[in-house]
């Protein structure tokens, strides 16, 4: 055999190893590299996901913290409905202490909501018209929740500076059976 066919032959043999190498053992290893590759991006991706769910929940549990917080501050305000009796002389108080005349307090229908109860009432006081926006002033400063509604000032035709106010106010007390 001459040089040159063994060098021809030494080539062939060298470029049929390197395309059987090539076929059997990098084209199968890259298809595992890439299959590998795609596994982890889709587990990376996940996880990306994971803490944007972690992150979202966690400041949903914030928020219901502060949630709960607002609702203890709200029940604390509303009385158990045994208090209104108490709640009703506060109001008593305050008017007769400003030097209104109490002409009328009726209680109307309570309203059953599901947490609370509203008990309106309906007042009509007279007196100066200063007395009872300071009243009003002291009402508001009590410790309860609390509503006025369906306010009618009227002036009193025989002395100045007096009125009659006739209005319902809601008072808020706590639902124990809900």
């Known amino acids: 055999m001459t040089s040159g066919l063994r060098k021809f032959v030494f080539f062939v043999l060298l470029l049929g190893v390197a395309v059987v190498a090539y076929k059997y053992?990098?084209?199968?290893?890259?298809?595992n590299m890439e299959d590998y590759r795609v596994k982890v991006e889709a587990k990376v991706s996940r996880l990306a996901e994971l803490e944007k769910t972690t992150?979202?929940?966690?400041?949903?549990?914030?928020?219901?913290?502060?949630?709960?917080?607002?609702?203890?501050?709200?029940?604390?305000?509303?009385?158990?409905?045994?208090?209104?009796?108490?709640?009703?002389?506060?109001?008593?108080?305050?008017?007769?202490?400003?030097?209104?005349?109490p002409k009328t307090i009726r209680t109307l229908g309570k309203k059953d909501n599901s947490g609370y109860v509203e008990q309106p009432l309906k007042m009509e006081l007279i007196g100066n018209f200063n007395s009872f926006y300071t009243f009003l002033l002291e009402l508001e400063k009590l410790p309860r929740i609390m509503k006025i509604r369906?306010?009618?000032?009227?002036?009193?035709?025989?002395?100045?500076?007096?009125?009659?106010?006739?209005?319902?106010?809601?008072?808020?007390?706590?639902?124990?059976a809900g």
């Open 25 to 31: 053992m990098i084209k199968p290893a890259n298809k």
């Open 55 to 101: 992150a979202v929940a966690e400041d949903l549990s914030k928020q219901l913290a502060q949630l709960q917080e607002a609702i203890k501050f709200f029940e604390s305000k509303l009385p158990p409905t045994v208090e209104i009796d108490k709640v009703l002389g506060d109001i008593t108080l305050i008017a007769q202490k400003q030097g209104l005349r």
């Open 150 to 176: 369906e306010l009618k000032l009227e002036k009193q035709k025989e002395s100045e500076g007096q009125i009659a106010a006739t209005f319902t106010v809601s008072i808020f007390f706590q639902n124990k």
